[in-house]
């Protein structure tokens, strides 16, 4: 996706003086992540029409998109494996949206787990992407604050008696302190390697 047609449409914005030929990677660079970005929330939504679980993957993305954005954590190595895992993650989740008989107890434990691992935990930078201390603190502040906003969220679902939105927002918390969890232990890893 980077190549040809990310290219070819900076050298057409370049062409149509709607961007200094200077910045061309930056462009360039910026709308491949767009695309990347258009293409997963597309096949996130075509697993949801698979599943026929449209308005899940819709909350389970509004929950996770910024929390993910923010608090980091683990990053695959190529784009190719970052779409698979990002493929597997969604059908797992909504799968266990699905088949797991929920409970407002279940819900509300796995939340309170969830938003602990994202406390204390965010932000996780990736390896090639080490983060400064504002950086860290500015991200650090956003996530609290989406996740407060969601936690709020899955309580308020659940005491007004729609436990099926409280579980996807629950859910795009609880992927979300996996992801960090794996990113801790991958930049952990790299630390040992690096050190040796």
């Given at each position: 996706?980077?190549?040809?047609?990310?290219?070819?449409?900076?050298?057409?914005?370049?062409?149509?003086?709607?961007?200094?030929?200077?910045?061309?990677?930056?462009?360039?660079?910026?709308?491949?992540?767009?695309?990347?970005?258009?293409?997963?929330?597309?096949?996130?939504?075509?697993?949801?029409?698979?599943?026929?679980?449209?308005?899940?993957?819709?909350?389970?993305?509004?929950?996770?998109?910024?929390?993910?954005?923010?608090?980091?954590?683990?990053?695959?190595?190529?784009?190719?494996?970052?779409?698979?895992?990002s493929v597997a993650m969604i059908t797992v989740?909504?799968?266990?949206?699905?088949?797991?008989?929920?409970?407002?107890?279940?819900?509300?434990?796995?939340?309170?787990?969830a938003g602990t691992i994202i406390f204390f935990?965010?932000?996780?930078?990736?390896?090639?992407?080490?983060?400064?201390?504002?950086?860290?603190?500015?991200?650090?502040?956003?996530?609290?604050?989406?996740?407060?906003?969601?936690?709020?969220?899955?309580?308020?679902?659940?005491?007004?008696?729609?436990?099926?939105?409280?579980?996807?927002?629950?859910?795009?918390?609880?992927?979300?302190?996996?992801?960090?969890?794996?990113?801790?232990?991958?930049?952990?890893?790299?630390?040992?390697?690096?050190?040796?």
């Amino acid at each position: 996706m980077k190549s040809a047609m990310t290219r070819r449409i900076t050298d057409i914005l370049i062409s149509n003086e709607i961007i200094i030929a200077k910045n061309r990677n930056l462009y360039t660079y910026g709308l491949q992540q767009g695309l990347l970005m258009i293409l997963n929330v597309a096949t996130i939504l075509g697993i949801g029409i698979v599943f026929n679980m449209v308005w899940e993957s819709i909350i389970f993305l509004l929950t996770f998109v910024p929390l993910r954005s923010n608090a980091g954590g683990y990053h695959a190595k190529t784009q190719l494996r970052c779409y698979l895992y990002s493929v597997a993650m969604i059908t797992v989740t909504l799968v266990g949206i699905k088949i797991v008989p929920w409970t407002g107890v279940i819900c509300l434990s796995l939340t309170v787990v969830a938003g602990t691992i994202i406390f204390f935990l965010a932000p996780v930078e990736a390896v090639n992407k080490p983060l400064g201390q504002v950086e860290k603190a500015v991200y650090k502040k956003r996530t609290r604050v989406s996740l407060g906003l969601f936690v709020f969220l899955v309580m308020l679902f659940c005491y007004i008696g729609q436990l099926a939105i409280s579980v996807c927002i629950m859910m795009g918390n609880v992927v979300v302190g996996i992801v960090l969890v794996l990113g801790r232990v991958k930049l952990s890893q790299h630390m040992v390697v690096f050190t040796h």
